[in-house]
């Protein structure tokens, strides 16, 4: 059995670097290219397999072409596809990346194709309820969501949510929740405070025993119990794209819970992995090993980091 299962979106992403976003009939030359894996919560998952932990994936695919990539994508990072549906004569969620060469920034362009997505009754959840972490993203069904996130606590797995996307039964989900990651504009979504951190504790009271709110540049903050905490984000002279870098993040936090180790340091790791992701294009391809993150954080702290190795 895997020690983190995934439950979400998977998809099939092209990734094109251009020199800048054109006007309306206006020609370009691609600087780079990339056809990856994607997806949030499928992301995340890549991301903490290569880190060095097992991984499973309980997701819905079509029937064509880019469900069969997405599927061998998994694969070539040794996430678990076991549990990946097939739905015969549907096709898979694409996604079209276009990134700006000099900032790094990118949009999305994303197809409708109404895909089933996988139901309570077709979970796993003997591989849920198996697991240490399961890790779900905002795309989920909520009735799918609230199955699996209950059965999983009562099992006593740590349940993580990225809300990738803001959907109905928000609350009643996040309160079968141990550890919230969302971004800060989701925030805007449901509440009217500029202030992060004032966001934060809001949130907190919904139930979680962790709240972290990603910030971009900005880095990102944390409370618990004990109170808030902040974690400037790395500097990186030679970012390429930051797509999937909120995915990475998610995925090097996972393999931080499973250390054991207090927010503060599972946020500087998570921090340091989505740093490392935007040296390459696409979500996954840049995702760092365990001994690219521990030379990084040895580099930029290691007052804090020095001698992790031999604790490993």
């Not at 097939?86 to 920034?105: A, C, P």
């Not at 969302?182 to 009217?192: E, G, L, V």
């Amino acid at each position: 059995m895997s020690e983190v299962v995934g439950l979400g979106m998977c998809c099939h992403d092209y990734i094109c670097v251009i020199p800048y976003m054109p006007s309306f009939e206006e020609g370009l030359t691609m600087v780079d290219s990339s056809e990856q894996g994607g997806g949030p919560a499928g992301t995340a998952l890549a991301a903490v397999s290569r880190l060095g932990v097992s991984a499973s994936f309980i997701g819905q695919v079509g029937s064509d072409y880019s469900g069969q990539f997405i599927i061998d994508n998994f694969e070539k990072y040794g996430v678990d596809t076991e549990d990946i549906l097939v739905r015969k004569g549907e096709k898979s969620d694409r996604v079209i990346v276009l990134v700006e060469e000099s900032t790094g920034k990118r949009t999305f362009i994303g197809n409708d194709n109404q895909l089933t997505y996988v139901g309570p009754e077709e979970l796993n959840i003997e591989k849920i309820c198996s697991a240490e972490v399961l890790h779900l993203d905002g795309t989920v069904p909520p009735k799918t969501a609230l199955r699996a996130a209950h059965r999983a606590q009562k099992a006593g797995v740590t349940v993580t949510l990225d809300a990738h996307s803001f959907k109905n039964h928000f609350a009643e989900i996040l309160a079968q929740v141990d550890v919230f990651i969302p971004p800060r504009f989701i925030c805007d979504k449901f509440d009217s405070t500029d202030d992060p951190r004032e966001a934060a504790k809001r949130l907190l009271e919904y139930g979680p025993e962790q709240v972290i709110i990603t910030l971009g540049e900005r880095g990102c903050i944390g409370i618990n119990s004990q109170g808030l905490i902040s974690v400037p984000a790395f500097k990186m002279d030679n970012v390429v794209d930051t797509t999937g870098c909120g995915d990475v993040f998610h995925g090097g936090y996972i393999y931080a819970l499973l250390q054991g180790w207090d927010m503060k340091r599972s946020m500087e790791f998570a921090s340091a992995c989505a740093a490392l992701k935007c040296r390459a294009v696409g979500g996954r391809k840049g995702a760092p090993h365990w001994s690219e993150v521990l030379a990084f954080l040895n580099q930029r702290l290691p007052e804090r980091w020095a001698g992790e190795e031999e604790k490993k």
